[in-house]
T-cell receptor
């Protein structure tokens, strides 16, 4: 079972920041938080990941709370092309985790003009 | 650098038949994972191959099998197809398969009639 909880859907106005929350209250100390997204009829696309510090790349920012029980993915200036299902995934090291991501139901983000 | 390539893109089979799907990973990637995506169950991990060996496995029946070749290309086989095997089958590759990002292909859409 997925170790994360996300809202089923969210809307965002084009050009505004999209803030997608994720709850992972049972996360272990050596587990990372990953974010992927899936645009209709395509394979999932990696966005960003982090352990405990905030992370930023060209696509998004990841804010992880100090207790690591929740995180927020921020798309700073959402465009229509950001409409997708966003998955928050907790993943650890170990032989049982090689190549394996456990996907939940994700959040469907609808960016509106 | 070319991405993960999956062939064919679409496939139609009938119950009882078998099917083989192909995946070419990103050059230099040695880990290949397979996933099944259905509307009801979402994205589920099938198995992972590394250096021609199955290293990790999900909870699927033995009808689902795979293999990896010395050039890291991978094939997935489903025998005795059932209606419930209709799904999008996704392949993902990574350098080592450990706690690193996975790159997904666009998938093979299998319909079982």
């Amino acid at each position: 079972d997925a170790k994360t909880t996300q809202p089923t859907s969210m809307d965002c106005a084009e050009g505004r920041a999209a803030n997608l929350p994720c709850n992972h209250s049972t996360i272990s100390g050596n587990e990372y938080v990953y974010w992927y997204r899936q645009i209709h009829s395509q394979g999932p696309q990696y966005i960003i990941h982090g352990l405990k510090n905030n992370e930023t790349n060209e696509m998004a920012s990841l804010i992880i709370t100090e207790d690591r029980k929740s995180s927020t993915l921020i798309l700073p200036h959402a465009t229509l092309r950001d409409t997708a299902v966003y998955y928050c995934i907790v993943r650890g090291y170990g032989s049982g985790n090689t190549g394996k991501l456990i996907f939940g139901q994700g959040t469907t983000l609808q960016v509106k003009p | 650098k070319a991405g993960v390539t999956q062939t064919p893109r679409y496939l139609i089979k009938t119950r009882g038949q078998q099917v083989t799907l192909s995946c070419s990973p990103i050059s230099g990637h040695r880990s290949v994972s397979w996933y099944q995506q259905t509307p009801g169950q979402g994205l589920q991990f099938l198995f992972e191959y590394f250096s021609e060996t199955q290293r990790n496995k999900g909870n699927f029946p033995g009808r689902f099998s795979g293999r990896q070749f010395s050039n890291s290309r991978s094939e997935m086989n489903v025998s005795t197809l059932e209606l419930g095997d209709s799904a999008l089958y996704l392949c993902a590759s990574s350098l080592q398969g450990s706690n690193e990002k996975l790159f997904f292909g666009s998938g093979t859409q299998l319909s079982v009639l």
